[in-house]
């Protein structure tokens, strides 16, 4: 089943769950089929983006969400139908912030296998992602909505790259304070992809490269992808780095201490105003970086000082990651749906370029990404990561 013929004959559905609305595609191969973003009836559009630890009833977010698994279902079976794709060969969830007692690593997850004409589900995963998962996020719902596809078709599932993998360095997770350890939270499945190809395009061995990788969108990771693992990186939320179109990035320390304890937000609010009313919605009123874009054309002397700032931030957390892989750095990466912006990359690309060669993948890959992961397992290119 490795020779690329046979490869290329795989039909690989893909699901990706956000909150408002369902995205999914497939895939013939690398070969996109067709593709559909459904919005979900009935979804809650506050279920993204807050950590359970973050006020709330984690409890009620979480059956919240599997409530949604249903209406989910039934959205993926009307796409398969639409598209005339009646039976695939293999379906892929969107990992979520699954809560293993161990830290993930890189890779590709098996969730559901068949064995003897029978499906067996990692019922494990299922409950960690749903029960008890390290943050309440739409996400969430990848890993079961695969699992149900899975057992429907008597097909394998799989999820790559979750949210939560986990692959830093010990000194990178020293933070400062004990106690608190920093632990990777990044656009993980984006930014090994978007490595993968910006090695690939180098002529380099991806398991054997130093490269910097940038997802941009409306949250931003940064990160140091050593031989195919990230090392390091900025803590894409509630946590450090550059500010975002929506999030705050790194803070002063004192003034973020005055806010919290101001008495004017209460602890939901804090995090709110954190996390969807900082960075550029905070300065201009919009995280649209093309209506940004459209006032510096106008001669908005703020709006382009406040994108140029973005850029300088994410400029310097290049270079922070830069020095975290020692130097002797083989590519820059840039991806996300920021990474479209001339201006934006013309902020960030003149104070990086001195490091390395800087390539540019713009848009979202994490479709394209869950499908070749299933596809170098399910080819033997690949061995699956045990849960």
Known sequence: MSDSATKEQFL???INPGSTSTKLAAFRGREKLSESEAPNSDASPDGANISAGCGGSGQAKASGMAAQLPMRTALILEFLSDA???HPDAVVGRGGFINPKTPCRSGVYQIARVRDGRVEVDERMISDVLERPQFQHAANLGIPLAAEIAQRFVIPAFTVDPVVVDDFSPVARISGLKGIERRSRAHVLSLRAAARWAAEQMGLDFRKSRIVGA???GGISIAAILNGAIVDANIALLGQGPFTPERVGSLPSGDLVDLCFSRKHSRDEIVKLLTKK?????YLGTNDIRVIQGRITEGDAEA???????GYQIAKEIGAQ????????DAIVLTGGAAYSDVLLRSVTPRISWIAPVLVLPGSVEMQAMADGALRVLSGEEEVVPY
């Not at 900082?278 to 905070?282: A, C, E, I, K």
């Not at 382009?304 to 973005?310: K, Q, S």
């Open 12 to 14: 690989i559905l893909t």
């Open 322 to 329: 830069a020095a975290a892989l020692g130097g002797g750095v």
């Open 84 to 86: 005339g794709l009646d």
């Open 215 to 217: 997802h941009l969108g």
């Open 278 to 282: 900082g960075g550029l919605v905070s």
């Open 304 to 310: 382009e000082l406040v994108l140029d700032a973005m």
